[in-house]
Structure formats: structure tokens, C-alpha cells
């Protein structure tokens, strides 16, 4: 499976939606697209974030290291004692915004 695979018969907007979370992502460093059977994980030295597609968005999973309380987590997962999944839906390109940015940037780091 290659990353332009898990947008066929998507609508065009969750391309452009992934392409502006990899754009953010790069901007804080080296960023390796891992394309996936069900989802394309986003690296640094380690995976930071999973992308997965859905028809019409994207389920954006965030490592981080503490719980983040916001109505904009639609699920979170404690894995470890000092790790946390943290699942956000993204319908829209204004839903990447500075918030997010600062979440994917601290989920880059701890994957350094």
C-alpha cells in the first residue's frame, strides 16, 4: 500500500487535509510518510501520528505525553505511564489550525 492509495475514492478535500498536517509536520523537521495496510504513520525517529482516511476525513492519532483536555479529542488511550494516544477528527483544512500545530509539534519531539 502507498500513500496515494488510501485516497482513492476519497473526497479530494481529505487529500488536501493530509497534505496540510504533512506540510505542518515538516516544519519542525525531517518527517517520513509510512504508508500502512489501514493508516500512513508520520515519523521522526519514531511514529508521532497516524493518519487514518475516511471518505470525507481524517482520524488524526497524536502521541503525547500527558492527557490533553479538549472537546476536540474524540478518544484517548493511556498506553503507558508516560504516553497517551490521543484521537482527533479532522473534516475540514481549518482544522488544522495553531492548536494542532502545537499538539503534532510536541508529539514530533517526544519521537526524536
Known sequence: MNVTQHFEARDPKVRRIYDRVVNVSESFG???Q???????HL?????????????DAIVLTIKS??????ARIAKREKVSANRWHLEV????LKDVDPELTTWLQAAYEISA
Open 30 to 32: 525531517a518527517v517520513k
Open 34 to 40: 509510512d504508508p500502512k495496510k489501514t493508516s500512513i
Open 43 to 55: 515519523t521522526n525517529r519514531t511514529a508521532f501520528a497516524g493518519v487514518a482516511v475516511r471518505k
Open 65 to 70: 505525553a500527558q492527557d490533553i483536555l479538549s
Open 89 to 92: 477528527r479532522l473534516n475540514d
